[in-house]
């Protein structure tokens, strides 16, 4: 190495460093101005006069995250829970390191606190959650054990560990903990992902859920259980009592497109075209964005031996949802005669 290389090279690691240093000075100036403008400048003035107070810092932090500013926030909120170890406080702040892509630190906060707050389970919640997304089941699973152990009337975690069973592919025990969570509260949500398990297996179990829920809907809104009892009475090929269903939904909430369609299918199949065109005609009339309701008035156009509008029917499906295998198929198929 020739001396000129051996002097550049120094020279070449200041100016790096230089530039690196430029480029915090201008963060730092950034952050300043943002800080020192409206609506942060009068929280500002406060916390330099009172740098230590936790409830100033608070609040800036919260109007930072409000102007979607979350960055600029974690600092305030990472001082606020070092001042107070609130954990309230850790919990924003925990939120706050995952809105800003900082996991690890959100993870190794969560499992300080877990420590530090064993009564708690809102840490072992969110560490659940975590664990989840990230595709580590069994590390999420052991934080939804421990929420149990500590309170095995947590209707909510055991929902949630009903949702990570079925992630893994273990619907029995799926089941087991939807079931302890719905027994615990009848809740909508956890009743009608019951009713879908139930549905495509065929187990009458989902009539007793929906009636459950229908019995609690003291305002007669809910379309949710009528719905599903529909596409039970389908599957078992009890097609009156589904259609009942399905009017019952239509006429709770005229915009379901989906109770159209299901209502439209029971018609196809049991070979009543023209009362099928109609409901299919109906539910694109509702919304003309449904890729399956061109599909279906595609297939009774296709029965019809009209090829024309059948294909122009399975275009739109495709138009509307490229992936939509059936009606390209069946494009390719009519373009072939």
Not at 79 to 103: F, G, M, R
Not at 236 to 249: G, L, M, P, V
Not at 256 to 272: M, N, P, Q, S, V
Request: with cysteine; glycine share 4%.
């Amino acid at each position: 190495m020739n001396r000129l290389t051996m002097m550049l090279i120094p020279v070449t690691m200041l100016t790096g460093l230089l530039s690196c240093g430029s480029d915090d000075n201008e963060e730092t100036v950034k952050k300043e101005n943002i800080l020192n403008a409206a609506p942060f400048s009068g929280i500002t003035d406060s916390i330099a006069d009172s740098p230590d107070d936790p409830e100033l810092l608070l609040r800036r932090a919260t109007l930072l995250s409000q102007n979607n500013l979350h960055p600029l926030a974690t600092d305030d909120y990472k001082k606020a829970w070092e001042l107070t170890q609130d954990e309230n406080i850790a919990l924003i702040y925990a939120s706050n390191l995952l809105l800003t892509d900082s996991v690890q630190k959100a993870e190794d906060l969560l499992k300080d606190c877990e420590t530090k707050f064993p009564e708690s389970t809102e840490f072992n919640r969110r560490l659940a959650e975590l664990y989840t997304e990230r595709g580590e089941y069994n590390k999420a699973m052991e934080e939804y054990d421990r929420i149990l152990a500590k309170d095995s009337g947590n209707f909510e975690a055991w929902f949630d560990k009903g949702n990570l069973l079925l992630k893994m592919k273990d619907t029995v025990n799926a089941v087991m903990a939807m079931e302890a969570s719905f027994s615990l509260l009848p809740a909508n949500y956890s009743g009608i992902a019951l009713a879908n398990i139930y549905a495509a297996k065929k187990n009458p179990r989902v009539l007793e859920i929906c009636d459950i829920l229908l019995a609690r809907d003291s305002a007669s809104t809910q379309t949710d259980p009528h719905y599903m009892k529909g596409v039970y009475y389908s599957e078992t090929k009890q097609y009156d009592k589904a259609i009942s269903e399905f009017d019952k939904c239509i006429k709770l909430d005229w915009k379901l497109t989906d109770a159209y369609i299901e209502k439209g299918i029971i018609l196809f199949e049991r070979k009543k075209t023209e009362e099928a065109k109609k409901v299919f005609n109906l539910a694109i009339t509702v919304s003309n964005t449904d890729p399956d309701a061109y599909y279906w008035l595609g297939r009774c156009f296709e029965a019809q031996g009209r090829t024309k509008e059948a294909i122009e029917n399975y275009q739109r499906a495709v138009s509307l949802d490229d992936t939509f295998t059936e009606a390209k198929t069946a494009i390719k198929r009519l373009n072939g005669k």
